[in-house]
Every structure is written in C-alpha cells, then in structure tokens.
C-alpha cells in the first residue's frame, strides 16, 4: 500500500535522525517526499517539516527536491510548512539573531510537531558554520573575538566549541590556553579515502606516462642522424672534448637527464 510506503520512510528517516546519520534521514525522508502521489498525507507533511531542518544541520541550507517530486508537494509546502522555510531563509542569512527570531516565532508549530529539539540543533549548526567560516579570513584569531564573531557568551564557550569541532574534524586548528588564541591549520593531506587514492593513483599514472614519452623522444634523437650531426657540430664550435682515446675519438651526442632516463651513467 502507497501510504504503508511513505510510513515505512518516515520511520527510517526518524531512526537515523536518532541516530545523527544526517544524510542517511536526508536520503529516507526525500524518499518519503517524492513518492508520487496527487493528494498531501500528514506522514509526507510531516516527513517534509523534518527534511528541512536536517537538511539545515547537515548541509548548511535547504536541499533541493528532485524534479520528479508531486506538484502537490512543492505547490503547497508555503502553507503547510511555513515555519520551516522562514527558518530555512534566516540560516541562509547567517544571521543568528534572525535565525533566533525565526524559532522564537515558529516555537509554537515547532513544538507541536515534536521537532523543537532539531530547531535548537540548526541553531547550534548556525553557530559551528560560522565558526568554519572564521578559518577562511583567519590565520590566528583570539577566542574572545571568536566568541564576539559568532554570538557566543564567552570566550570560555568559544574554546569548547572549537575544541568540540576539532575532535570531529570539522575544522583543524591549535589552541594556545596561555594567550587565548586559536590558530586555524590546513587540513592534513589524507589517503585514506577513495578518491584520495584515486587521485593519487592517476598524479602517478600521469608521471609514468611521461617519463615513458621523454624516454621515446630520447631514444628517437640519438637514432637520428641529423640530430648527431647537429650536435657534433655544436660540440666542435664550443671547443668540447670529444669522447674516445684521448679525446680525440668520435664525439657521442649528449641524452635528455644527462642518459638517466636512456639507463646511461
């Protein structure tokens, strides 16, 4: 059954929430969402309502719907979605004054959907963005003005937060307790990760073919004749010894890397 369907989404989406598998819950609510369908049920309502606010905490803005999603969903989702797309516009403003207002408003609808506690986690995601913003103006900055950059109570708060972000590796940075400052380090070069090693892999692949092409080019102008004639004339207007019995034997052109690539010593 269509309805038993969309149920079985919104379960799974509302177990990994719990779980905090944020683009998993992303992945079973739009399924839920774009099952085709030509009139709203609550679970599609309800299972929106949260792909919003997950969508925020995971990601940083609201995820576009596939085109394939019901127009009943995308026509009406103003109405019955309202306060979750206004707070979905204060976030995108990193305006954490505005993002506050905006739950202040909607707290009402937010707490009788039983979704307050995710809203209070998109205000705690506003705040740890705009830290990871901090790292792309600043090479050194004190937790005092970190505090005053992101809304925070303290420059005591700040550090936690910070500290908090650096044991998930949400940003790489070092904390100096004895002058309050925090310096924001680039991310260490990893290849733990497919694509890390597939990156790897193909620099690798690039050098080995390259080294192949200078090898064939060397081989192709010792082989060519005019190119040794070249360069004993060349040899014989720079005065160079030639190479033989007392310098006086036939001269050997020179190969590219002095012969490394040709195996010569």
Not at 46 to 61: D, P, Q
Not at 104 to 123: H, M, S, T
Not at 193 to 207: I, T
Request: charged share 25%; glycine share 10%; net charge neutral.
């Amino acid at each position: 059954q269509p309805l038993d369907f969309v149920r079985y989404w919104l379960y799974a989406g509302m177990a990994t929430i719990g779980l905090k598998r944020w683009e998993r819950a992303i992945e079973c609510l739009r399924n839920c969402v774009t099952t085709p369908a030509t009139a709203l049920s609550a679970v599609v309502v309800e299972a929106y309502k949260k792909y919003v606010l997950v969508s925020l905490i995971a990601r940083g803005h609201l995820a576009d719907l596939p085109k394939f999603t019901p127009s009943v969903v995308t026509h009406n989702r103003e109405a019955f979605a309202a306060p979750y797309l206004a707070l979905a516009d204060a976030f995108k403003k990193m305006d954490a004054d505005a993002l506050a207002k905006a739950a202040d408003e909607g707290r009402e609808k937010f707490e009788a959907d039983k979704n307050w506690g995710l809203v209070k986690q998109v205000q705690a995601g506003l705040t740890r963005r705009r830290i990871l913003r901090l790292t792309h103006f600043y090479v050194t900055v004190s937790l005092a003005d970190v505090a005053r950059n992101v809304g925070l109570g303290s420059a005591a708060e700040a550090q936690a937060l910070v500290e908090e972000m650096i044991g998930s590796r949400d940003i790489f940075a070092s904390i100096d307790e004895s002058s309050g400052m925090v310096a924001f380090l680039d991310a260490p070069e990893s290849f733990a990760s497919p694509a890390a090693l597939a990156r790897l892999s193909g620099e690798v692949a690039a050098a080995m073919k390259l080294s192949e092409r200078l090898r064939a080019a060397d081989e192709e102008m010792q082989a060519d004749g005019s190119y040794v004639r070249r360069t004993l004339m060349q040899e014989r207007r720079s005065g160079g010894a030639g190479v033989g019995t007392g310098g006086g034997g036939m001269m050997l052109p020179p190969t590219i890397g002095g012969g490394m690539l040709s195996g010569m010593p």
